[in-house]
């Protein structure tokens, strides 16, 4: 007898099913959605830190771009805070307050993926101008999960 889904999770998965087939009728002429379980990702090129501003940018800068179509999946949280103390501020008297939270990024991690619903030609557009808000390089590729899992 095979476990039975708990209500949540299966008016979740209802809720997201719903939302994908509203958004992802193909008209003629037009190129297909990209796949739910691939996906158009943007990863690191270099060595950075991505800022919780420069992502906001980000976030803005896609939902324009994609029209409100589409999933994006953040990779990570800003983890990393930086503390600073006001400007004339005399030395001493403990440290300074938590003035900006970032994401470290090392060549290949991945930051962004955007699936299902969106074309790849408009998802990828949406990655590189997004892309420019940050202060290093990035490159935009497609990523399936499945691609290198064996089977049998």
Do not use: D
């Amino acid at each position: 007898m095979k476990p039975r889904k708990s209500f949540s999770q299966y008016n979740y998965r209802r809720k997201i099913l719903r939302h994908l087939t509203y958004r992802t009728r193909i008209r003629v002429g037009q190129t297909p959605p990209l796949p739910i379980e691939g996906g158009i990702v943007l990863r690191a090129a270099a060595f950075g830190l991505v800022s919780e501003i420069q992502l906001e940018a980000m976030r803005k800068i896609i939902r324009r771009s994609l029209r409100k179509r589409g999933i994006v999946l953040y990779y990570s949280q800003p983890f990393v805070s930086l503390t600073a103390k006001p400007l004339a501020v005399r030395m001493g008297k403990g440290k300074g307050a938590i003035a900006n939270w970032f994401i470290p990024c090392i060549p290949g991690k991945m930051i962004l993926k955007i699936y299902g619903g969106v074309s790849e030609k408009r998802a990828r557009h949406a990655l590189r101008t997004a892309a420019r808000k940050l202060s290093f390089k990035t490159h935009v590729t497609y990523f399936n999960p499945l691609q290198n899992v064996r089977r049998g």
